[in-house]
């Protein structure tokens, strides 16, 4: 196409000199600390941390933990700091040489942690002589836990959004996802450790649902606080 | 682009020359992308003035060593993006009013201004541009960016925030639009003049 070759041919037009409200910022130009995302992580990570374990100390352990297998326990909690931490990762921190965000993959990662967790939930809650099972009721009377792993949520959604503020072109609504999900997944890594319900439906639906909920619910606030207009 | 992420760590230390080089050095590609999106000069220059007040502002949200041109591009979209909206919704208050007050070209309407910018063959340029107008703004955006700009499909996609796939489709899409419609008003000239068919 001669017609399109033509025009990228052409050489970039002459720019405008800087406008007087640029000029006026340039006058009185202070250096800014910039962004360091891998020290941003951490931090988010080990406050979320903290403040996550105060909250469990402050709901109490689950009555059934010493009765529960070990390995199980322990795997669950590793995949819950997994669905904490990588979407949270992948969220804050750019690839290498680049400042913009990995949403797309930090909106995958928040589906599949959903997912994930719903379903491990589902498939394998292991119980104890002390644990409850309430079936449906467990599912319909589960705002408790809901509202418990949303409030353990807060605290990353928000340092993170703080990190992230007014920095964000695009894809601000699925770096929030990511956010929300990580948040969630602590939540239920929380709830994981107080919650002494053990069927299936309560830690599948209500525990992984935090997740989903948490990552919904910064995808329609946080935005606002994170795009770049 | 070394020299970019160089300028932009001494402009992020304080170094106001620094935004000047890098203004110079960034500008008259985005100004070129600019123009081809809104096709009017004005618009365009008006677009990349907020682009750099609004890079000015986020600043801080630099990360050493990263190349900040794609971070600038997607700024530059994005004020693309809600100024069209902004118009949009202008024309609609617009037409509540009885008496029309006066519109200043549009986005996608043709402008004396453009003409300013056209060198090499006036006529195969304004051939391009003007099949360029035709193409909804997504496809535009990933020709102009993917075969005018010369930029890479995952950078294209970066820049629009979507994904690689998804701009690579795009920019096929716009490219076989394109190939029609020039292809459409290339014999149509010399047809008609012959008084033979279209």
Same mark, same amino acid.
């Given at each position: 196409m001669s017609a399109l070759d033509e025009l990228s041919r052409l050489p970039p037009p002459a720019p405008p000199e800087l406008s007087p409200a640029l000029e006026a910022e340039l006058a009185h130009l202070a250096p800014v600390a910039i962004r360091r995302p891998v020290r941003q992580l951490a931090l988010l990570v080990a406050v979320s941390l903290i403040y996550s374990a105060g909250l469990l100390v402050m709901f109490t352990v689950r009555g059934d933990l010493h009765e529960l297998p070990m390995g199980w326990l322990m795997s669950t909690c590793a995949a819950w700091l997994l669905g904490f931490v990588l979407p949270i990762a992948l969220a804050t921190v750019p690839r290498? +040489? !680049? =400042? =913009? /965000?990995?949403w797309r993959l930090a909106g995958i990662a928040s589906v599949v942690a959903a997912i994930a967790m719903v379903g491990l939930g589902l498939a394998l809650h292991p119980s104890g002589p002390h644990s409850y099972a309430l079936g449906w009721a467990g599912v319909v009377g589960g705002y408790g836990c809901l509202a418990n792993g949303l409030e353990t949520a807060l605290v990353p959604v928000v340092i993170g959004t703080i990190f992230l503020r007014? !920095?964000? /072109?695009? +894809?601000s609504r699925w770096v929030a996802a990511g956010l929300g999900a990580g948040g969630g997944s602590l939540g239920g890594l929380v709830l994981h450790l107080?919650? /002494?319900?053990?069927d299936g439906l309560h830690v599948g639906l209500v525990h992984g649902g935090v997740i989903a909920i948490a990552a919904l619910l910064a995808a329609a606030l946080v935005p606002r606080a994170t795009e770049l207009r | 682009m070394a020299e970019a992420r160089e300028l932009m760590q001494r402009y992020c230390d304080g170094d106001a020359g620094a935004f000047r080089e890098l203004y110079a050095l960034v500008a008259p590609k985005l100004l070129g992308y600019l123009v081809k999106m809104a096709r009017e000069r004005a618009l365009a220059d008006d677009l990349l003035q907020q682009t750099f007040l609004k890079v000015h502002r986020a600043r801080a949200a630099y990360v050493r060593g990263a190349d900040p041109v794609p971070w600038i591009y997607s700024i530059a979209h994005r004020t693309f993006i809600d100024e069209t909206r902004r118009r949009r919704r202008a024309v609609v208050r617009v037409g509540e009013v009885e008496e029309l007050p006066e519109v200043p070209?549009?986005?996608t309407g043709e402008s004396?201004?453009?003409?300013?910018?056209?060198?090499?063959d006036p006529e195969l340029v304004t051939a391009a541009l003007d099949a360029l107008a035709e193409l909804p703004a997504q496809q535009r955006e990933a020709v102009v960016l993917t075969?005018?700009?010369?930029?890479?499909v995952a950078e294209a996609a970066e820049i629009a925030g979507t994904t690689v796939g998804a701009m690579k489709v795009r920019a096929h899409r716009g490219y076989e639009a394109l190939r029609k419609l020039l292809g459409r008003a290339a014999p149509a000239a010399p047809a008609k003049a012959a008084g033979g068919e279209p």
């Open positions: 290498a +040489g !680049s =400042m =913009m /965000p990995r007014r !920095s964000l /072109p695009v +894809g107080h919650c /002494p319900v053990a | 070209a549009g986005l004396d201004d453009r003409r300013d910018e056209l060198r090499g075969k005018l700009d010369g930029r890479s």
